[in-house]
């Protein structure tokens, strides 16, 4: 599987903005597939991820009733809803495949896109 991220800008604290992530590979609807977020001078960690059927959610705390994961299978797209952003959402954001039941480990996920960056201005 081949992930693209597309999406990032420049926004202001308080305003949206919705990540996409396209998948090439005929296999995309077996794995899940996560969003994580690096931060200048930390380390990688976890945002969202969603189940291979979009039946289950799960998402950092930070980001919890903010951000929406969601997929489209037959487009082979995942996506990230981001509102009510905050300076410290400011990350790369990275899509990532994986096939394991490890939702929050990016160790658990063996596809990862090149990463958008999303800048919120306060």
């Known amino acids: 599987v081949q992930l693209q991220a597309s999406g990032g800008g420049l926004v202001q604290t308080g305003g949206s903005l919705r990540l996409s992530c396209a998948a090439s590979g005929r296999r995309f609807s077996i794995y899940k597939m996560g969003w994580f977020r690096q931060a200048p001078g930390k380390e990688r960690e976890f945002v969202a991820a969603?189940?291979?059927?979009?039946?289950?959610?799960h998402y950092a705390d930070s980001v919890t009733g903010r951000f929406t994961i969601s997929r489209d299978n037959a487009k082979k797209m995942v996506y990230l809803q981001m509102n009510r952003l905050k300076p410290e959402d400011t990350a790369i954001y990275y899509c990532a495949a994986g096939g394991s039941s490890n939702y929050y480990d990016p160790g658990a996920y063996g596809y990862w896109g090149q990463g958008t960056l999303v800048t919120v201005s306060s």
């Open positions: 969603i189940t291979w059927s979009g039946g289950s959610t």
